[in-house]
């Protein structure tokens, strides 16, 4: 168990439906990082958040935001959903905000768009 | 920006023989270089990192070199076995941003 939660575990919605995925990080972790991964594919990163505010920006869609709330957790939205956005979502934290800290990931949410 | 390579997709190897995974950086900046297993139905976790100042580190049967001059590092597994299967990531950072590899996917036969 690392420590990272997130709910829900899976999600199936519609497309063009909006989605809200909820992370918790470690107790004491200031950065949220997240990912998308695809059947079968590598990871994508999406976006860092450190202490609330965003840190560093992957390949994340225009359709896609997050947040980092004073409490630390995080929420990533996806919007306009389309078929292609069904994938595995991963959130991780670490304790500081540079990259050369562990990440510790998260179970991951399953996000399937019908 | 950085580009991270890594090979093979897929390893399949006899248990109780050698695995090495290997990946190259396109940044000279890079310093800190870890390495990731993801196991089916979970998300990745640490399994041994690397950083610029040093050339190999082992811990039991991993072991994870740095050729700085040539820029990659490799991931070395002895004495595989069952529960070594999984999905492994190598990753190479700045200390700005971590850029990932896109995986290798490592098959332990009987």
Redesign the interface.
Known sequence: D?G?TQTPKHLITATGQRVTLRCSPRSGDLSVYWYQQSLDQ??Q?LI?YYNGEER?K?NILERFSAQQFPDLHSELNLSSLELGDSALY?C?SSEGQ???Y??Y????TRLTVT | GENVEQHPSTLSVQEGDSAVIKCTYSDSAS??F?W?KQELG?????II?I?SNVGEKKDQRIAVTLNKTAKHFSLHITETQPEDSAVY?CAA??????I????TKLIIKP
């Not at chain 1, 990931?105 to 991951?108: H, I, S, Y």
């Open positions: 690392s990272v590598g990871l990163f860092q560093a992957g991963f991780a540079g990259a050369g562990e990440q990931f998260g179970p991951g | 310093n800190y870890p990731y979970k998300g990745p976790q640490l990192d950083r990531f950072s700045n200390n700005y941003q971590l990932w590899g896109a995986g």
